[in-house]
């Protein structure tokens, strides 16, 4: 059973502050990463994608992947209230073709004023 | 502009009737995929499906069904036999290859009275 596990929150971090959220996984096959923000009644969005072990970044986002740990991390930096949302983390294993990527329940961060 | 497309974005429907949420993909993608959202939780695999024609169910594929005739469509439908089907409807696609990221619809949202 392929499991994907996030803190389900509320984070709350004040603005200006990095935000931190954090996904682990059970299948060490795991491959490719993904972090999706989803506002309140809309639909995910993807924000980062990371492949292999180190950091990635990308303007205020940084994924940072440790697969021999098997956790996989999303900083935000300088947290603006605009980034108040649920961050959905996923896994795919790789040489798998089109099969689903699994999903973690999210985390909802809270960036208060 | 290439992307997803979910109709109806709201839909009411009495018990006992079937209803069905359309999904419609122009970026030529392979796969397609039905999730369900319930609130503050994740997202649960219906059915995909990775080639036309063909379609495999997911983690709660009871009292739903799908097609799969074009590349470019595929409508979930969803039966008197699926006990709570009050929920968020999020229809996504995917290219082919190991690192493909998943791209999302606005969703549906189906509401039994």
């Known amino acids: 059973q392929k499991e994907v596990e996030q803190n389900s929150g509320p984070l709350s971090v004040p603005e200006g502050a990095i935000a931190s959220l954090n996904c682990t996984y059970s299948?060490?096959?795991?491959?490719?990463f993904f972090w999706y923000r989803q506002y309140s009644g809309k639909s995910p969005e993807l924000i980062m994608s990371?492949?292999?072990?180190g950091d990635k970044e990308d303007g205020r986002f940084t994924a940072q992947l440790n697969k021999a740990s098997q956790y996989v991390s999303l900083l935000i930096r300088d947290s603006q209230p605009s980034d108040s949302a649920t961050y959905l983390c996923?896994?795919?294993?790789?040489?798998?073709?089109?099969?689903?990527?699994?999903f973690g329940k999210g985390t909802r961060l809270s960036v208060i004023a | 502009d290439g992307g997803i497309t979910q109709s109806p974005k709201y839909l009411f429907r009495k018990e006992g009737q079937n209803v069905t949420l359309s999904c419609e993909q122009n970026?030529?993608?392979?796969?397609m995929y039905w999730y369900r959202q319930d609130p503050g939780q994740g997202l649960r695999l219906i059915y995909y499906?990775?080639?036309?024609?063909?379609?495999q169910k997911g983690d709660i594929a009871e009292g739903y069904s799908v097609s799969r005739e074009k590349k470019e469509s595929f409508p979930l439908t969803v039966t008197s036999a699926q006990k709570n089907p009050t929920a968020f409807y999020l229809c996504?696609?995917?290219?082919?290859?190991?690192?493909?990221?998943?791209?999302f619809g606005e969703g549906s949202r189906l509401t039994v009275l």
């Open positions: 990371i492949y292999s072990n």
């Open positions: 970026l030529n993608h392979d796969a």
């Open positions: 996504a696609s995917r290219q082919g290859g190991d690192t493909g990221e998943l791209f």
């Open positions: 299948d060490r096959g795991s491959q490719s």
């Open positions: 499906s990775q080639i036309v024609n063909d379609f």
């Open positions: 996923a896994v795919n294993i790789i040489n798998s073709g089109n099969t689903p990527l699994v």
